[in-house]
């Protein structure tokens, strides 16, 4: 497991130790899910700590909010060389399956329809067009997945996530004009996902990838919108809602939130739920039951692994490894060791 220190790592990590199922963690920061401490991008620490395991779930990544903090040669270490240097690991450790956590940041521009234009229905089959390092990354690495598969014929499934952390939008705007409760409640109608639900899809995904052999999923709650919402998405979000949720209204009057006046994408997830047996249960109708119950709408999991926040710039950051990333004769460090 790489990434084990965050928010995906650790809830995976906890939901593998609560079925006895053993897991390593690996991760440029200490935690107490991380055993081997450092850069993806090192290859004999990868090494050392893929010795006897069956499978890897790859969750590390520089994320879009480092892009103010990081520099593209950072993303280009951790997000691209480090998954290569992964890929490379499993081929020689003779791993039988492959999970890597991508985003569905990768679709960039796709994202925002021009002026005048319905919302953007994203399915798997829309292209992507990268709008920012972050972006341009996470699509090269699921590229090497895919030629992995091609070439080596590892099992890979790449999960394209949508939003799942608790922490603030890192856009300014949205920040000012709604709580983080309310912004991420309204997420759930078209671009967020409970953790919960994101680790269920990657336990599914480590069942399914033999029988898949390669594969793209969008892990997003489940919209209820359809094709025929996309215009009037765009021009008043909230009669859509009221249409479809009538009591909705006033559920959020009572908390004092609101509907945002219009939705860009609308994020479908339906390939994941026939082909991986998908059941995502965190949905938008849950808001509206537990708001009217008086109950939090996220999951467990969701509330014990909380925030985190996002490690800043460091001389430990990406390419450098707790050890070096260019000492590459120096012996793998191993927290606790």
């Known amino acids: 497991m790489t990434g084990a220190a965050g928010h995906l790592g650790e809830a995976l990590l906890r939901t593998f130790a609560e079925r006895d199922q053993p897991a390593v963690g690996l991760d440029i920061q200490s935690s107490p899910f991380t055993q081997f401490v450092g850069s993806i991008a090192y290859r004999y620490l990868v090494a050392h700590s893929m010795r006897g395991v ?70 798997e089959d829309v292209v992507p067009v990268p709008k920012n390092i972050y972006g341009v990354t996470k699509v090269a690495a699921e590229d090497l997945c895919e030629l992995f598969y091609r070439r080596e014929r590892l099992p890979t499934i790449v999960l394209r996530t949508s939003r799942f952390f608790p922490e603030p939008d890192d856009d300014p705007e949205k920040r000012a004009a709604f709580s983080v409760e309310n912004a991420q409640a309204n997420e759930l109608l078209h671009r967020r996902v409970d953790i919960e639900d994101v680790v269920s899809a990657h336990l599914l995904a480590l069942d399914r990838a033999r029988s898949l052999g390669f594969a793209r999923y969008i892990v997003s709650a489940t919209t209820p919108f359809s094709r025929s919402d996309l215009q009037a998405l765009r021009t008043n979000t909230p009669s859509v809602v009221a249409r479809l949720f009538p009591n909705c209204e006033s559920l959020y009057q009572r908390r004092g939130w609101k509907l945002p006046s219009t939705i860009d994408r609308v994020y479908v997830n339906d390939r994941a739920r026939h082909e991986l047996g998908w059941t995502p249960t965190y949905d938008f109708a849950r808001v509206l039951r537990c708001l009217r119950n008086g109950e939090d709408h996220r999951s467990k999991l969701a509330r014990v692994v909380g925030s985190k926040g996002y ?16 000492h590459e004769r120096d012996e793998p460090r191993a927290a606790g060791e």
């Open 311 to 326: 490690h800043p710039a460091s001389p430990t950051d990406a390419g450098a490894s707790v050890n070096g990333l260019h």
């Open 54 to 123: 069956s499978a890897v779930i790859h969750t590390a990544t520089l994320h879009k909010p480092h892009v103010p903090t990081h520099r593209d040669q950072q993303f280009i270490d951790t997000n691209i060389t480090g998954t290569l240097t992964l890929l490379e690991a499993a081929i020689r450790a003779r791993v039988d399956v492959f999970i890597f956590t991508s985003t569905t940041s990768t679709f960039g521009m796709a994202l925002t329809p021009a002026p005048g234009h319905p919302a953007a229905w994203i399915t």
